[in-house]
């Protein structure tokens, strides 16, 4: 005769079913020596009956007219009961794994997690794993283990929404951390910060959830930083970039590099002494070395930006001038502005890989954003190279740009380079995917080089001939405002990684113009080596 179910708990008020024949007129149930609490006839062939509290297995049997059925095992549970859920709180969206602690668990059957229910493993007598059901709404609910031995006590959980964020304050900060930062969102709650996988410190947030505050860890280049709670993960739009906060400054008549410290706008440490007439200078993409050309003993040299010392000093071909960098940091391109060619140096060893043949004088160089490509302005040709960086070879034809171009930046989306055109007082803007002229800028007498913002919204162009910098607007193309007023004979320029200050460097004048760029004004002016010529930040 099936009965169900065979078990139930030890303080009894079970409900069995037995099914079967000839069980009209049942008139006692019993469960070893004690009666049912109860009896119910359903029919002919159901009775249904409570069992009395027991212990262990116990012998069940049916009387009716017909006599005593065959005994049928019952085992008695003792009821569960729970101490503790871990972790208390999880998303919303369920998934979490959670580990209820208690006693009698071994023949838990689900968990209830308000009006939604799972499925536990069971780990033994004392201990279960259950993931979690997604949630109604945020909100504590009350969870309960079902068993052999009956339904638990409750105990709370709570679901919590996933986090989002809005907005990080800084986006920038020094490689050996220590920037205190604000991360605005929401359900932050509980939140936990890394930057690439390295935890914040000091991590405290507000009573609404809606703001937390704390202090970078150390690290290098641009992070991912991720935001965890109990209602999930994440991730910071834009990430946030470690730079070294200074400005490194070639001086072609002293032969050294002078670094400034951008955080202060103040001089900081001992000149480098590099080659002889030092020209351009890069900072890798992850702000550990910098690549120096020597103009005059036809070599670079790399500096060390933890030590700021020269760890090597790499060959190459007479007159070296300007230099770039390729986002990956594996190729530093170097122009020979007295040949006709750009010496492509391997940053993993330091050497020549080879060498491209461009127009005549090469200038200025740059790489587009994305790594693939790499402009050279050529003086003698009054145009532009373009370099496939994957075979190191020139395609296409050369750009005709103004007279004498120097420089060549470009926009942070890559689509347009900016040539100045130290002849003509024009700045050029080349259609990057067409690798057309499309529209030409006056400026100022003898502009040498720009410098874009990060937001690509303006350039920064230094007119040497009358020792100012002009504005460009890069939506409409079109000078704003009135040039500003720097020191003789500026040269090189270059944006803070935020974009809050240009540091101009006035070959003429042995300085260094601080502009700020909300205010468009000259805030102030550092004296530097002799005739200071390019200036690289990072």
């Not at 060390?304 to 960098?325: E, F, L, Q």
Request: aromatic share 4%; net charge neutral; hydrophobic share 35%.
């Amino acid at each position: 005769m099936p009965m169900s179910p065979n078990r139930g708990s030890t303080a009894g008020g079970t409900q069995v079913t037995f099914t079967g024949t000839n069980l009209a007129g049942t008139s006692a149930v019993m469960f070893g020596s004690k009666p049912a609490t109860s009896i119910t006839q359903i029919s002919p062939t159901e009775v249904t009956a409570v069992s009395p509290a027991g212990t262990g297995v116990v012998e069940v049997t049916l009387t009716t007219p017909a006599g005593v059925s065959d005994p049928i095992p019952f085992y008695y549970f003792d009821p569960p009961v729970l101490c503790s859920v871990t972790p208390a709180s999880g998303p919303l969206a369920g998934g979490a794994t959670v580990t209820l602690t208690g006693s009698a668990l071994s023949t838990s059957t689900s968990v209830r997690f308000g009006t939604h229910t799972a499925t536990p493993t069971v780990i033994n007598d004392r201990q279960i794993s259950v993931t979690t059901p997604a949630g109604d709404a945020a909100g504590t609910v009350t969870v309960s283990v079902t068993t052999a031995g009956g339904t638990s006590n409750s105990l709370s959980y709570t679901y919590v929404g996933a986090p989002t964020v809005t907005a990080l304050t800084p986006t920038f900060g020094t490689p050996s951390g220590g920037t205190s930062f604000t991360l605005t969102g929401t359900n932050l709650t509980g939140a936990g910060v890394t930057f690439n996988g390295a935890p914040a410190t000091g991590v405290t947030v507000n009573a609404a959830g809606t703001s937390l505050s704390g202090t970078t860890p150390a690290g290098t280049g641009t992070a991912t930083v991720q935001v965890t709670t109990p209602g999930g993960s994440a991730t910071v739009p834009g990430g946030f970039t470690y730079t070294l906060q200074r400005a490194y400054v070639t001086n072609t008549g002293s032969n050294n590099v002078l670094v400034i410290n951008t955080a202060t706008s103040t001089v900081t440490g001992t000149p480098i002494t590099v080659g002889a007439n030092p020209r351009g200078v890069a900072v890798t993409p992850d702000a550990t070395r910098v690549y120096v050309t020597n103009n005059g003993s036809a070599t670079v040299s790399v500096i060390d930006t933890a030590t700021n010392t020269v760890t090597t000093t790499i060959p190459v071909s007479t007159t070296p001038h300007g230099v770039a960098i390729t986002p990956d940091g594996t190729r530093a391109y170097v122009a020979h502005n007295g040949l006709s060619t750009v010496s492509v140096i391997n940053t993993a060893t330091n050497s020549v890989l080879t060498t491209v043949t461009v127009g005549t004088n090469p200038y200025g160089i740059s790489v587009t954003p994305n790594g693939t490509r790499v402009y050279v302005t050529s003086q003698g040709t009054n145009s532009v190279s373009v370099i496939d960086t994957a075979s190191n070879t020139v395609v296409g034809s050369s750009i005709a740009v103004g007279s004498s171009p120097r420089g060549v930046t470009f926009t942070p989306d890559g689509t347009r380079a900016y040539v100045t055109n130290s002849g003509s007082g024009t700045v050029s803007v080349i259609n990057t995917a067409t690798n057309t002229l499309t529209t030409t800028i006056t400026v100022g007498t003898t502009p040498r080089r720009s410098a874009i913002t990060p937001d690509g919204t303006r350039a920064y162009v230094t007119n040497s001939g009358s020792g100012t910098v002009s504005v460009i607007n890069t939506a409409t193309n079109t000078v704003t405002g009135t040039p500003l007023t720097v020191g003789t004979t500026p040269y090189g320029v270059a944006l803070t990684p935020d974009g809050v200050r240009a540091y101009v460097a006035n070959q003429g004048s042995n300085s260094v113009s601080v502009i700020d760029t909300a205010a468009n004004t000259v805030t102030s002016t550092l004296t530097v080596g002799t005739g200071p010529f390019a200036v690289a930040t990072a």
